[in-house]
């Protein structure tokens, strides 16, 4: 059973930081492209950011410089660590697999954290 659990959503002031962690399956977990997604209002998800099991990332121009994708393959752990934060960052997160896990029902997404950028 496919299982995604993210957290450190919060509310901070643009210019700020926070730091966002998902615990994912332990099955094929070191083999696995992780990726963190977001969905803003009225808008689709996006991928922001990518690592591959090789530890190597990408990211879109919109957060390149700003964001940091990490994972620990010990704890079946993947972070993102966001800086400089812009109220165009405001969605809700949301890390799986890259591509995403998929289940009889369709792709399978965690509860997601939400981000709130704003003064």
């Known amino acids: 059973q496919v299982q995604l659990v993210e957290s450190g959503g919060g509310l901070v002031e643009p210019g700020g930081s926070l730091r966002l962690s998902c615990t994912a399956p332990r099955t094929d977990f070191s083999i696995n492209d992780m990726a963190w997604y977001r969905q803003a209002p009225g808008k689709q998800r996006e991928l922001v950011a990518r690592i591959t099991s090789g530890r190597n990332t990408n990211y879109p121009d919109s957060v390149k410089g700003r964001f940091t994708i990490s994972r620990d393959n010990t704890r079946n752990t993947v972070a993102l660590q966001m800086n400089s934060l812009k109220p165009e960052d405001t969605a809700v997160y949301y890390c799986?697999?890259?591509?995403?896990?998929?289940?009889?029902?369709?792709?399978?997404w965690g509860q997601g954290t939400p981000v709130t950028v704003s003064s």
């Open positions: 799986n697999k890259w591509p995403p896990y998929r289940t009889a029902t369709g792709i399978y």
